[in-house]
């Protein structure tokens, strides 16, 4: 992994850490110093239509406020689409359908694989702590013994989000992908608009989608 990855990977934590979604993974074409969409299609693929619809919403909402002419599959979809599995074919034609109506970019999102996680709650604050005899740990500790709520569990989602170029004078390939966690799957508003802000503000780390409007700002293009 190049310095600029790392770097990405090692700053991101300083301003997600209270958001419910943290970027693990983060890989960039080689090839492609910048790509500015002039139009990208967001799809969420999801079990249920109504997380797909927020998510859908949300995702493209906060690209068009960021200069990106962004459309919802739900929106450019037939409303059976999903109701049964495409071909290989059917893709590659609605690809050519994607670039006729003025698309170059497809936005794909997914969850992966769900996690189980333990965590012991009260012994994690005392991690960092240097107990000096015998009688102050397991003072400290002993509530080990008693606390139905010593451990916590939560379920860590495992997402993931590419972003596809299907310019009609290029080959279509992988731009960027990213691997997100999201650690409060059960608040859906909360873990939609946390994965949202991660992604964005990785995209822009990045310089992928987001279009400088350098003219609003007197400068010459």
Request: aromatic residues 12%; proline residues 2%; contains cysteine.
């Amino acid at each position: 992994m190049n310095k600029p990855f790392t770097y990405l990977l090692l700053i991101v934590g300083l301003f997600f850490n209270c958001t419910s979604s943290e970027l693990v993974e983060n890989w960039k074409n080689p090839d492609i110093d910048t790509f500015e969409a002039q139009k990208v299609l967001v799809i969420g693929i999801a079990s249920e239509d109504a997380n797909r619809k927020l998510f859908e919403r949300k995702l493209a909402s906060e690209l068009k406020k960021n200069g990106v002419n962004s459309v919802k599959s739900l929106d450019f979809f037939e409303e059976n689409f999903t109701t049964s599995p495409k071909t290989e074919e059917e893709l590659m034609a609605l690809e050519q359908d994607l670039i006729e109506e003025g698309f170059d970019a497809i936005l794909l999102s997914k969850v992966l694989g769900v996690e189980d996680k333990v965590t012991v709650v009260k012994a994690y604050r005392n991690l960092d702590k240097t107990f000096n005899s015998f009688k102050e740990d397991y003072y400290e500790n002993q509530e080990i013994y008693h606390d139905e709520d010593y451990y916590e569990e939560y379920q860590i989602f495992h997402a993931e989000s590419s972003l596809y170029c299907i310019c009609p004078d290029k080959e279509r390939e992988l731009i960027w992908k990213g691997s997100i966690d999201i650690t409060e799957p059960e608040n859906t508003k909360k873990a939609v608009s946390d994965y949202v802000k991660v992604l964005i503000w990785a995209l822009k780390g990045q310089q992928l989608l987001i279009i400088e409007e350098l003219a609003d700002e007197g400068l010459d293009i």
